[in-house]
């Protein structure tokens, strides 16, 4: 029957247009396989040799895509240098004499677009795949990154300021940023063992080591000698005593009441997420394989995906 035929014709078209559709809003991680497969590669080599240059890359690095991904996505948006229409994210509490990386971004986009051929990699997916190759660099677990987000077109101070995690919080405030993000406690723990890396300001841990009681005396007068009472607020301190090695002493030091931020040691006092911490830190294993997950769904916060946004040329810059 025609009617017949001519329904099965229009429903088939209509699940192809809705898996289309899907398709274009789902990252996948052979997106530039076919069109650049020299792209992924190049990300690889400017970090490698960016981490060989300076340890701590790796870890600044890591944390861009994070600050990325918790601002209206990953989208690249913290990459955006402030104008006269864009009130630039590194301007922002969290991020302002804070947030580093950015030339290295900016070399990693010049080696990929010469690789290319042409500019086909978005900042948003080099921000994802930089994170990745910087984790491996120092020692931490590899995963496929899904691929495909573009890169935006604003950027917000405010919501930089409003949506990133303090490290003056308690727990039900940093599950309360990540429940905004549709990320759970679960998540919460295990991608705050980026902390294994890299290393934190003075003023922000001065008074967990002065004030606090739940903190390990011992530790606390160790970290006073490079963090005076009063100035030196700029001094550095890692955030744990191998920043440049993924292991579990991020969670081991939690565990003896050694963590330095007060967002650290929030993660085991008495709450919830305190078997987590204490399971990660005797497991490396199931601590590497719940990083590299959370990593895969942090990456997907609210990417542009099909025609949303853009490739930009620079990173720094709309098009
Ligand atoms: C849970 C809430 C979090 C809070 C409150 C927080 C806070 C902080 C603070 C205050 C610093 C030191 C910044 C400075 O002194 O300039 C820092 C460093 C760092 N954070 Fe977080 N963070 C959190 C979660 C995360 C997550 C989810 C990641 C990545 C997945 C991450 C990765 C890093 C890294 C790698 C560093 C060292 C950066 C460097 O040495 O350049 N953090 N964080
Ligand atoms: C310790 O706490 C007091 C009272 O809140 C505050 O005035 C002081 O600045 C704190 N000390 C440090 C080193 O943060």
């Not at 981490?51 to 990325?68: C, I, T, Y």
């Not at 905004?180 to 890299?198: C, E, I, M, R, W």
Request: a positive charge; charged letters at 20%.
């Amino acid at each position: 029957m025609a009617s017949r035929s001519i329904f099965v014709t229009l429903f088939v078209i209509v699940m192809l247009s809705l898996a289309t559709a899907a398709l274009s809003a789902t990252l996948s991680a052979s997106y530039y396989n076919k069109v650049c497969p020299g792209a992924l590669p190049a990300i690889k080599r400017v970090v490698e040799a960016a981490v060989k240059q300076e340890r701590r890359m790796g870890a600044s690095l890591l944390r861009l895509n994070f600050h990325d991904c918790f601002v209206n996505g990953c989208d690249a948006s913290i990459l955006l240098d402030q104008t006269s229409i864009i009130d630039s994210e590194k301007n922002a509490l969290p991020n302002v004499n804070s947030a580093r990386g950015f030339e290295v971004i900016d070399k990693i986009k010049a080696e990929v677009d010469k690789a290319c051929g042409r500019p086909l990699v978005s900042c948003a997916d080099i921000l994802a795949v930089a994170a990745r190759d910087s984790v491996v660099a120092l020692g931490g677990p590899t995963w496929e990154v899904p691929l495909g987000r573009r890169d935006s077109t604003t950027a917000s101070r405010a919501t930089a300021n409003s949506d990133l995690p303090s490290p003056f919080m308690d727990l039900p405030a940093l599950i309360s940023t990540f429940q905004k993000q549709g990320l759970n406690a679960k998540d919460l723990v295990a991608l705050s063992g980026a902390h294994t890396l890299g290393f934190a300001k003075c003023q922000l841990f001065k008074n967990r080591i002065y004030n606090e009681t739940t903190i390990d005396a011992k530790f606390a007068r160790q970290r006073q000698t490079t963090c005076p009472r009063t100035g030196g607020d700029l001094n550095l301190a890692p955030l744990d005593q191998t920043a440049a090695a993924f292991d579990t002493k991020y969670f081991n030091n939690l565990v003896s009441k050694k963590g330095l931020l007060h967002s650290d040691q929030a993660l085991f006092l008495g709450g919830q997420t305190d078997g987590l911490v204490k399971s990660y830190s005797t497991n490396l294993d199931s601590f590497s394989n719940d990083f590299a997950n959370s990593m895969i769904k942090m990456g997907n916060i609210k990417p542009l995906t099909g025609n949303n946004g853009q490739v930009r040329l620079n990173c720094r810059r709309v098009n």
